[in-house]
């Protein structure tokens, strides 16, 4: 098997994810990631043996002050692989494309860059296929990557006319002290529809769907409330069961379990797993409700985790990895431990 030499730029709340993942990956190799600041992440990255390397010379300093060996330059970094994940804040990968093109290497941006930053915006069980063997992918936003699995899942089964979904938004991760809301519900944005439906026509443009987003006080997830109608109409039991079949979906039963919100399903992930991360796309099986070809339901989605498997799946896709969607989809879901329950 080939292994694919892989640069993460950026280790910050997306960055960080990926590079373990990686590092998890058979047919992968992480030679590097770029961090700008010697933090605790970077304490963290040099206990873990991966090579630092710094966005220019000038920042290396700091980091030998602190005891962190550097491996070198981006520039650098950009010599020894074959793909680099740009996982730096939103509008900073742009401004990194004319190095990374110039290095000639393949290149997986995130979802805050503009779609034209790559040659497709990605989303593994829409358009895994066909974007092997592009120059470059975005891997699209949290909030889209969640309503793009529920959606592409319901639609290679029944067809999905159209979307209507109202967003409610974390208003900060964990670690962004100095953001929020910390006492409102704030319009995000004032005008409707929200750009979370033009993010998911990046990947599916024939799509009818209008999104509307508010964020709110807490830091743990997204909520979702999504309406669905489908090219035909349905049972709500073929609904749930293509649900519960699908990857990177987990239906989580209230009923069963008492979990009525994201902290009791962070809760119960702190209880059962290594960290907290969600990287399944949670859909609660109570809010399923079908009326002929209408489906409404409820959906919660890990912003910190969601789009770590698509990163995984994307640098195959830009690498031009013999392995199928469906091989994908096992080499990371196993590798990862993503589950179809919570524990
Ligand atoms: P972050 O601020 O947590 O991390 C960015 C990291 O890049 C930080 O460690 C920062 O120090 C570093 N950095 C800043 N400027 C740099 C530079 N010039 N060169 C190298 N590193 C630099 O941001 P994040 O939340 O991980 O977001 C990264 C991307 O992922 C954005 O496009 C964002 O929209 C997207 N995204 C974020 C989330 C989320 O919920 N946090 C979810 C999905 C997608």
Redesign the pocket.
């Known amino acids: 098997m080939s292994v694919v030499k892989v640069g993460v730029?950026?280790?910050?709340?997306?960055?960080?994810r990926v590079a373990l993942a990686i590092t998890l990956q058979k047919d992968m190799k992480l030679v590097g990631v770029?961090?700008?600041?010697p933090?605790y992440?970077a304490l963290y990255a040099a206990s873990r043996g991966i090579p630092i390397y710094t966005?220019t010379a000038k920042e290396a300093e700091e980091f030998e002050k602190r005891g962190i060996k550097v491996g070198g330059t981006?520039r650098e970094l950009l010599a020894r692989v074959d793909v680099i994940v740009?996982?730096?804040?939103?509008?900073?990968?742009a401004?990194?494309k004319p190095l990374y093109r110039e290095a000639g290497v393949k290149q997986v941006?995130?979802?805050?860059?503009k779609p034209e930053v790559a040659e497709a915006s990605f989303s593994t069980l829409c358009n895994y296929e066909e974007s092997k063997g592009r120059g470059s992918l975005r891997?699209v936003?949290?909030?889209t990557?969640g309503l793009l699995r529920l959606i592409c899942t319901l639609n290679r089964e029944f067809g999905v006319e159209s979307v209507r979904a109202v967003l409610v938004r974390?208003g900060a991760?964990p670690?962004?002290v100095k953001k929020g809301p910390i006492d409102s519900i704030v319009l995000n944005p004032p005008t409707l529809p929200s750009h979370h439906a033009v993010d998911v026509r990046t990947v599916l443009p024939w799509l009818d769907i209008k999104t509307a987003a508010v964020a709110v006080p807490t830091t743990f997830m997204h909520m979702h409330h999504v309406t669905l109608k489908l090219a035909k109409p349905v049972e709500r039991r073929e609904v749930l069961e293509t649900l519960a079949s699908a990857p990177r979906i987990m239906l989580v039963s209230s009923g069963d379990t008492g979990i009525k919100s994201t902290s009791q399903l962070v809760d119960a992930a702190r209880l059962s797993r290594m960290g907290y991360d969600i990287p399944e796309l949670v859909v609660f099986e109570e809010s399923v409700a079908v009326d002929g070809r209408e489906v409404m339901l409820f959906q919660a989605v890990h912003?910190?985790s969601?789009?770590v498997p698509e990163n995984i799946d994307a640098i195959r896709a830009v690498a031009s990895s013999p392995l199928t969607l469906d091989e994908t989809l096992k080499a990371t879901d196993g590798s990862l431990g993503l589950r179809k329950t919570l524990w």
Not at 9 to 16: A, K, L, P, S
Not at 34 to 37: A, D, M, S
């Open positions: 730029n950026g280790f910050g709340t997306i960055g960080r770029v961090k700008r600041t933090d992440a966005p981006l740009d996982a730096t804040p939103e509008g900073q990968g401004k990194n941006y995130q979802g805050g860059e891997v936003s949290c909030n990557t974390r991760d670690k962004e912003q910190e969601i789009v």
